[in-house]
């Protein structure tokens, strides 16, 4: 469904994906920790296309370091990222986002959702806890 053509950073490649979202098109979005990127794959494509970060490993807005999980905030039409090794949540616009925003600083997170109610659940695993914004 999405990589396969052996670890790289190439847009057909894939290298150590973490978290995945499936959108209800069927559009995958995936977390990859050693490209400090999240890649958005079409449903039927044989390539994603970088969707935040891939600029390399840092703490910038324009930047992921170690992304862990990813998913899609339906009402503001953006993603939200685990960027593990900067210790934040990000959001990053789904359509031409260049930058993120961080929303939540000082967290070990490595999994999130959301449910219907737009309430976010974020693990803290520095902390031991879930929390809820």
Do not use: F
């Not at 998913?71 to 934040?88: A, G, H, T």
């Amino acid at each position: 469904v999405a990589g396969g053509n052996r670890q790289g950073n190439g847009i057909n490649q894939l290298s150590e994906p973490c978290g995945l979202y499936v959108d209800d098109d069927q559009t995958i979005y995936v977390a990859e920790w050693s490209n400090h990127r999240i890649v958005e794959w079409k449903w039927g494509a044989t390539s994603g296309q970088v969707v935040a970060g891939g600029n390399g490993q840092g703490s910038g807005a324009h930047q992921l370091y170690n992304p862990y999980d990813v998913i899609v905030d339906k009402e503001r039409d953006s993603l939200i990222i685990c960027d593990y090794s900067n210790d934040r949540v990000v959001r990053w616009p789904r359509r031409n986002g260049t930058s993120g925003e961080t929303i939540i600083s000082n967290i070990d997170c490595v999994g999130l959702t959301m449910d219907e109610n737009g309430s976010l659940y974020v693990t803290d695993e520095g902390k031991h806890e879930v929390r809820r914004y």
